[in-house]
């Protein structure tokens, strides 16, 4: 019941910063120690450390396609891409030098979109070969790209370190073009879901909506107040949850529509903050 949520469980994986979930396994990539660990949670009260490996220097983000594993690391700059068609064994299969501070990383069909930190970027690369990913094309922006969501009708959303999203088109993947920005904070957080991007900030305490089903003219529909500045951003179903030093926030999402722009029921529930990982 995400009215209700409690901690059913806590480990102690080292110094997680971003984690996915594929069937009964989660994995968590640690900075401090440049690590992947593996969870079995097919019982969530009791869940299993099944194993570890290495990743690139300093990881700072994992995103799930099919049974890949694509992690982003700002110590090497380096994409590197794990099998885990076994899922207790993840398998490198590549590694991929990209822009200089590569963050995250968003998955559309046979393209990565991975954000460049420092060098103002984001990098598109074919992953139709996983075993042998390229950077096919790069698109400046104007700032710090830190966090990125793609959507299946081709179109790429960049947070920046200043606050400035960035829209860009990426329908042709191999000419990426800019054809707006959004206001926003710094270190911005965003999450796109169906015709919605979500955003806010480690300088905010407020979750922004927009309605981005035209994306060339994206449509502020609301803004709501949250408890703590916001570390941590993700949309489930219908609802919300933010996170931050002061607190965690679950937001109900009930008759948002991009038709209508209504918002009747848009609630923040506050729970207390968790700061260690926990299931």
Known sequence: DPTSPRVVAELAP???????????YIY???YG??????????????PVAVTSTST????QGITLSGDKLYVTSIGDNLLS??????????????????STGPYFSAISGNYAYVTGFTDNTLDVVDISNPSAPVVVSNIPLSANAFQVETSDKGYTYVASYSGDIFVIDTRNPLVPTLITTLPGS????????????????????ALDIYDVSNPSNPKLQRSIEVPSEVYSLDV?????????????????????TSQTGIFDSLVARFSSFLESFRV
């Open 186 to 205: 710094t270190f911005g957080r965003i999450k796109l879901s169906g015709d919605f991007l979500y955003t806010s900030s480690v300088s905010a305490r």
């Open 81 to 98: 891409v794990y099998d885990i068609s076994n899922a207790i064994d993840p398998l490198l299969i590549s590694t991929t030098t990209v």
């Open 56 to 59: 690139g220097i300093e990881p």
């Open 33 to 46: 120690t440049s690590v992947l660990s593996v969870y079995d949670v097919t019982n969530p009260d009791r």
């Open 28 to 30: 968590v990539i640690n």
């Open 14 to 24: 080292g110094s997680p910063i971003d984690l996915v979930k594929s069937g009964n």
């Open 236 to 256: 489930v179903g219908k609802y919300a949850y933010t996170s931050g030093p002061n607190g965690t926030a679950i937001i109900s999402l009930e008759g948002v």
